[in-house]
């Protein structure tokens, strides 16, 4: 079995969270930089809320704007009022607008987001947190993986975080609309079609999200792969989550993905390292198996769940794996069912990626 960079990863969940904030961004050898979205989800607050309590002055902010064709006036409202809050939060901060699309329709939002992210000096900072509760998976993805190399390759004493505010309900509510641009990832390709690849033996694992069925069918299409493994959220805060998301995604699930009921992948709603280390095990069991015969292709598909996207983005940059997307143009939400839940935070998801606690760590070993 291939070592597991993030085996022994270092998380918090739900209260854990804001006693970690308390404890370690409130020392004062700490000087942060925030990434997050400025979007109408109204999860856009809760983590500059708890840094700028823990940190004051000693927070500083870059606010991604993802600039969309589609824009419901309602929903603009929204993310006009986030920001303000987010500029109230966190006074020194720039804010930056991410067009996803270009004027041909090409999707560039993640390949922008980066060039942005580029130009922001790590110097004097101890710690990046990227919060990903209002970031499309598009953007949030090549941005995580850029700070992960760039840090990693410039050996900068920097600590890399990633936080999610986690609320299945605030999810449900948000359905994309899809539009007819299918590709991987900015940063996401991996080894697909690549010529040692092109007789792999292909698995894909779509995570189920209420809304999704026309992109997942796109995807599908797409890549044609020869079996299929869908991941269902459990355990899950509303325990017949899984069983709503089998009958909406029975159709595919019998026919035109002809799903092997055994091949069902489940893993906790609220931790993303069960998703990690669950895809890196059924890669393990895969590579010998058809190893003779062309080689085993993993694709991953996150969408919905931010925490569970967060394990997939974490095996996919440590494998290499290819994610298969299909970019949204616009968002469809009852903005009145939002506004009722802006105020509840849900619970609060930290990975530590990268940094001292595991210098510490690999020091103490024999």
């Known amino acids: 079995m291939t070592a597991r960079r993030w085996e022994r990863a270092i998380d ?212 044609a792969p020869d079996e299929t493994a869908p991941i269902l959220p459990f355990p899950a805060r509303r325990p017949r989550r899984g069983d709503d998301l089998l009958d909406e995604y029975h159709v595919e699930m019998l026919s035109a993905w002809d799903v092997d009921p055994r091949n069902i992948v489940y893993a906790d709603e609220n931790n993303p390292l069960d998703l990690y280390r669950t895809v890196l095990r059924i890669d393990d069991a895969r590579q010998p198996v058809f190893e003779e015969v062309g080689g085993a292709l993993l694709f991953l598909s996150p969408t919905g769940n931010k925490v569970l996207a967060i394990g997939a983005m974490m095996a996919a940059m440590e494998r290499n794996f290819p994610v298969a997307y299909v970019e949204a143009t616009g968002y469809e939400a009852d903005a009145a069912a939002l506004e009722r839940l802006a105020q509840p935070e849900g619970s609060l998801v930290h990975v530590w990626l990268h940094g001292e606690a595991y210098a510490a760590a690999a020091a103490a070993l024999p």
């Not at 505010?165 to 990832?185: R, Y």
């Open 12 to 223: 918090h969940h739900g209260e854990e969270v804001p006693a970690f904030a308390g404890e370690y961004f409130a020392r004062e050898d700490r000087s942060v930089l925030l990434i997050a979205g400025g979007g109408f989800d109204p999860r856009s607050t809760h983590v500059a809320r708890l840094l700028s309590g823990a940190l004051g002055q000693r927070l500083h902010g870059l606010l991604l704007r993802e600039e969309r064709p589609i824009t419901e006036g309602r929903l603009a409202a929204l993310a006009d009022r986030n920001v303000e809050a987010l500029l109230e939060l966190v006074p020194s901060r720039d804010v930056a607008g991410v067009h996803v699309f270009a004027g041909d329709d090409a999707v560039i939002g993640g390949r922008a987001a980066v060039e942005v992210v580029k130009g922001v000096p790590l110097d004097g900072r101890t710690d990046v947190v990227v919060d990903v509760s209002a970031l499309s998976i598009g953007v949030s993805f090549p941005v995580v993986r850029h700070l992960l190399e760039r840090i990693t390759r410039q050996h900068r004493a920097v600590n890399l975080h990633v936080i999610a505010s986690a609320n299945a309900e605030i999810d449900d509510l948000i359905v994309p609309v899809g539009s007819e641009a299918f590709d991987t990832v900015h940063g996401f390709r991996g080894k697909w079609k690549l010529h040692d690849t092109e007789e792999a033996a292909k698995l894909w694992l779509p995570q189920l999200a209420t809304g999704q069925r026309d992109a997942l069918r796109k995807i599908h299409s797409q890549i």
